[in-house]
């Protein structure tokens, strides 16, 4: 479900849900519970209504933010956001070990123009530890399709881009915090005293020298990143330990060493932010198709 692109329904939802309840990477528990929730409570209330995923109020603000009136597509520049998928999968994976985190679906029933709409969002690790619920959203993108892509002012470039990823990180942070809170109300999972939001950025390479141009690159406009960050609700910002070796941490892909960085922030969630994605809902909708028609 998570890698939708389009409108979907309550019935693809629920196939969506069936085939993560045995995928390690979930809490097969919470997805049963799911389940049996979608089919017999909401479907049966309101039919096989539209699906929205939480990501798609964050595309739709993008292209606001970034393209030329009347261009409906993002930038080439935000594009590298959405490749290299297999490493993509690898850092989520990573940081879901680490954090000792699962994926669950986080669901609310929203009525854009008085129609129910059900929003899902996934993030990419969840923590139910003790009174405290930890959210985490990871992003990464490769260095060298990046370096080969800025043709110019390339320190500027990449302090923009890592501005751009938590902006992006903390407005989802945010909708999954929202989200979380709604799948409560429905009684799907327990209510916590605190609720923290955490976001990861990591950059990586295959080439060693690309990782610490980076790295002091980061460090020499760290204190410009930071105010980036600030606008976007995020705080704490901050590099890993393994910095200090000078060229960040490594891992063993396909039989091919890669070099990473990690940036690690935390998140204030932002009812702002959440009323502008809900008050965009019904534009969302129309400005994309469906990929399951059925019974609508």
Do not use: C
């Not at 939708?4 to 995928?23: C, F, G, H, P, R």
């Not at 009136?69 to 940081?95: C, P, Q, R, V």
């Not at 008085?114 to 260095?143: A, H, M, T």
Request: charged share 25%; proline share 2%.
């Amino acid at each position: 479900m998570h890698n939708y692109y389009e409108v979907t329904t309550i019935d693809s939802l629920i196939e969506s849900v069936e085939k993560s309840i045995n995928n390690p990477n979930y809490d097969s528990a919470y997805q049963k519970k799911l389940e049996d929730f979608l089919k017999n409570k909401i479907k049966k209330e309101y039919g096989n209504i539209p699906v929205v995923h939480a990501k798609y109020p964050i595309k739709i603000y993008l292209i606001k933010k970034y393209n030329k009136k009347g261009i409906n597509e993002i930038l080439e520049e935000d594009k590298l956001h959405y490749n290299n998928k297999e490493f993509a999968n690898i850092f989520e994976e990573k940081s879901r070990l680490q954090t000792k985190s699962k994926k669950y679906f986080l669901i609310s029933i929203e009525y854009p123009n008085g129609n129910p709409v059900l929003i899902v969002g996934v993030p990419d690790g969840l923590n139910l530890e003790g009174n405290r619920i930890k959210i985490y959203e990871v992003k990464s993108f490769n260095l060298d399709d990046f370096i080969q892509s800025a043709k110019e002012m390339k320190e500027y470039s990449l302090i923009k881009k890592i501005s751009n990823q938590i902006e992006i990180s903390s407005h989802q942070l945010i909708s999954y915090q929202y989200l979380l809170k709604r799948t409560q109300e429905f009684g799907l999972i327990r209510k916590p005293d605190v609720i923290n939001l955490y976001g990861e950025i990591y950059l990586y390479s295959g080439n060693k020298g690309y990782l610490i141009w980076a790295i002091e690159t980061i460090r020499q406009d760290l204190n410009t990143i930071k105010i980036f960050a600030k606008e976007y609700s995020a705080y704490n910002l901050s590099l890993k330990d393994y910095l200090s070796l000078g060229y960040g941490g490594t891992i063993n892909i396909n039989n091919k060493e890669i070099y990473y960085l990690k940036i690690g922030f935390r998140v204030t969630y932002s009812l702002k932010i959440v009323k502008y994605y809900l008050k965009n809902l019904d534009e969302i909708i129309k400005s994309l198709n469906y990929v399951d028609n059925r019974n609508l």
